[in-house]
C-alpha cells in the first residue's frame, strides 16, 4: 500500500490525499526531538508486553493459514453434496478474513483473533454451525469449541493450537468468492440477511479505518499507546459504559487526519489536546457519511430522535454507519473528559522533556479515589453458572449507574471497570463469585447539613431487570444471587485483595472543570453485618413475600459547595434500531502549534449530512437549587401489598447491633431499623420501572425479594 513510513524526514513531501471532514490542523514535519521522543515512547511500553515476538506473529500467521484452508476444504465438500458443476466447484472459493486488534495490527501478547468466514451464496449459516462445527471438532489442534448461534452476531470459539480464535460467518450473495475480495464495497451488502450484514461490519469498519488514516505505522503506535493508556486508567470496556478498541481506534485515527505528518510522539499529545477540548455531543467523523439506499438504520440525529441523546457519539465509517459509544453516559463521559485533561497535562510535561512516558502509563488508585462505594456482588454454586451469571450482571451494570445518576443526590457514579473475585464466605459451602466496585461522589445540597439518600429503587430496579433477563433467557438457577453493599473507603480492605489496595498514596484530584469530590464527613458502615442491598435468589417462600423496605442513607455533606458543570442530557432509552490547559509546546510556532481556537473550531465542526443534535429537554444543573420537591422515584415493579409486606419483613429482618464509631472529631452512628409505612411511595404513585429492561415484564412467578431497611446518621 502507498502509505508512508514512520520515520519521515524533514524533506519529505505532505500527503497528496485530504483525510477527514476538515482541513488538517497542521501539517508540520517531525523534528529530531520528536523522533527521540518516540523512540522513548516504544521504549516505555515494551515492559508492558504490547508489542508480539516475531516468532508468535508467525505463529499466528500460519494458525490463520491453516483455517483458511479447512474454509476453503469445506465450502468445497458443501458444494460437491448440493451437486454444482466440477467447473464451478474449482473456483468457488471462500475466505478467512480478520478485523480488530489483530487486522489493525495492535494486539498484545496473548491476545485472541477476531475472524470472519466469508462463504458463496450457495452455503447456508446452517452448514456452518453444524458441518463446519464439526470438521473444526475433528482437528485435533482445536480445543474449547463451542458455538453461540442464538448471539446477536452468531459465533465460533474456539482454540487453535494455543491462540484463541471467535469466527463469524457471512453468506455473500455471490457465486464464487475470490481472494482479492475488497469487503469495503458496499454493493456487496444488497441481498444480505441482517445477520450476515452485523458479522461484515467489524471487517468493513477496520478496513475502513485503515484506509482513513495518513500513515499506518504512526497510526499504530498510537494506538498502542492510547489503548495501553486507556486500559491502565480503568476506562477501557464498552460493556460498562466506557469506550471499547474500535472507539479508540476511531479517536485515534481523528487525531492522525489532524496532524498527518506528525509522528507518534507528537500525535499521543495532539489526541489529548484535541479531545480535552471536544465539544461533545458533536459527533467524531472520520468521513462523511454516506448513503447507500439499502434502506438499513443509520445514525443520524435528524431522523432518529433518540440519537440526539447520544453523550458521546463516535461514528463508524462503514456503511451503515452507527455509534460506537451507545454505552456511555454522563457519568462516564465525564470521567473520560476529566482523563483527557489529566492526560494533557502529563504529555505537556513530556513534551518539555519534564517528566518520562512512564508517568503517563501510570495506574491511578480507584480505590483511594472517593469517599463512597456501592461494592456489587454476583454469586453462583457452580463455576459454570457462574460464568453466565457474571457475563449477565456486568452486561447491566451500566442499567445500575444509569439509575444512580437519575438519583438527585449523586453527582458521579464512576464503575471500575476490573472485576475481582468475592470474598470467601465463612461457611463451609462452595460458591462462585465476582465482584464489582462503584465509586459514588453525592453532591452538596445548599442548606442541608443531614442529608437522606435513598438507594433501594435504584439497586431494585437493577437487579429486577437481570432477574427477568435471566429468566426469559431460561438460564436463571436456583443460588444466583446479587448483593450490593454500600461501603466507606477504609473498609473496602476487608473486601479486596491486599495487593490492590495501597495505602493512601497521592490522591490525584479531578480537573478544575470536572466533577469534585465532596468534602463529607466519614462514614462507618461494617461489611460484617447485614446492612446490605441484598437480592437472594428464589426461596421456597409465597409470592406474598415480595416486598421491599425503603433505604435511607442520611449523610452529612459539608463544607462550602461547588458550582459542578452540568453533566449532558440523561441517558436515553435504548432505541429499537440500532476549556482546559493551554497546550504548551516545546518549540512553539504559527505552523507547528494551533490557536485553542482552531482546534475548538474542529471539535465543533459537525457534518454537513449529520448537523448538530437537537436541543435535548433541560436539565437541572447538578447543585442547583429545585424549583419544586423532586417526585420519589419510582418502586419495583414486583411490590405489592404494604399490609402483607411488613409481616413478611418481621421475619426476615435480622437481629443487628447499633455501632457506633469515631475518627477525630466525628461521631458516626450506624442504625438499622424498618422505616414506616408513611414514609414509603404511596401506592399509587408507583410505577413499572420496566424502561431499562430487556423484557417488558416479570416472570410469572415473580422472585421473591426480601430487603435490609438501613439508616446511616451521620454527624460532626
Known sequence: MPFPTTNQSQGAQPPAKHYGITSPISLALPKEADLALTQKLTEALKPFGVFEEE?????????????????????????????????????????????????????????????????????????????????????????????????????????????????????????????????????????????????????????????LVPNIENFRLTLRAIKLWAKRHNIYSNILGFLGGVSWAMLVARTCQLYPNAVAATLVHKFFLVFSKWEWPNPVLLKQPEDCNLNLPVWDPRVTPSDRYHLMPIITPAYPQQNSTYNVSASTRAVMVDEFKQGLAITDEIMQNKAEWSKLFEAPNFFQKYKHYIVLLASAPTEKQHLEWVGLVESKIRILVGNLEKNEFIMLAHVNAHSFPGPKEGNDKEEFSTMWVIGIVFKKMEGSENLNVDLTVDIQSFTDTVYRQAISSKMFEQEMKITAKHVKRRQLQQLLPSNVIQSRPSRRKLSTEGPRLINDSSLDLSVDSDNSLSVPSPPTVPAAANKISSVAVSAGLFGPSPSPPPMGPPAAKKPSSPPPAEDKERRPSAEETPSPQQVA???????????????????????????????????????????????????????LEEEMASQGDEAVETDVKELDPEQQVPSNQRVPTTDLSDVPLPPANPIPVLKNSIKLRLSR
Open 55 to 211: 516468532l508468535e506473529l508467525q505463529r499466528r500467521i500460519l494458525v490463520l493459514g491453516k483455517l483458511n484452508s479447512l474454509v476453503k476444504e469445506w465450502i468445497r465438500e458443501i458444494s460437491e453434496s448440493k451437486n454444482l458443476p466440477s467447473s464451478l466447484i474449482d473456483t468457488v472459493g471462500g475466505k478467512i478474513f480478520t478485523f480488530g486488534s489483530y487486522r489493525l495490527g495492535v494486539h498484545t501478547k496473548g491476545a485472541d483473533i477476531d475472524a470472519l468466514c466469508v462463504a458463496p451464496r450457495h452455503v447456508e449459516r446452517t452448514d456452518f454451525f453444524s458441518s463446519f462445527y464439526e470438521k473444526l471438532k475433528e482437528q485435533e489442534e482445536v480445543k474449547d469449541l463451542r458455538a453461540v448461534e442464538e448471539a446477536f452476531v452468531p459465533v465460533i470459539k474456539l482454540c487453535f493450537d494455543g491462540i484463541e480464535i471467535d469466527i463469524l460467518f457471512a453468506r455473500l450473495a455471490l457465486q464464487t468468492i475470490p481472494e482479492n475480495l475488497d469487503l469495503r464495497d458496499d454493493s456487496l451488502l444488497k441481498n444480505l440477511d441482517i445477520r450476515c450484514i452485523r458479522s461484515l461490519n467489524g471487517c468493513r469498519v477496520t478496513d475502513e479505518i485503515l484506509h
Open 601 to 655: 473550531a474542529v471539535a465543533r465542526t459537525p457534518s454537513s449530512s449529520s448537523p448538530p443534535p437537537s436541543p435535548a429537554p433541560p436539565l437541572k444543573r447538578p447543585g442547583s437549587p429545585s424549583p419544586a420537591p423532586p417526585v420519589k422515584r419510582p418502586g419495583s415493579p414486583l411490590a405489592e401489598e404494604p399490609s402483607k409486606k411488613l409481616k413478611v419483613e418481621e421475619e426476615a429482618r435480622p437481629e
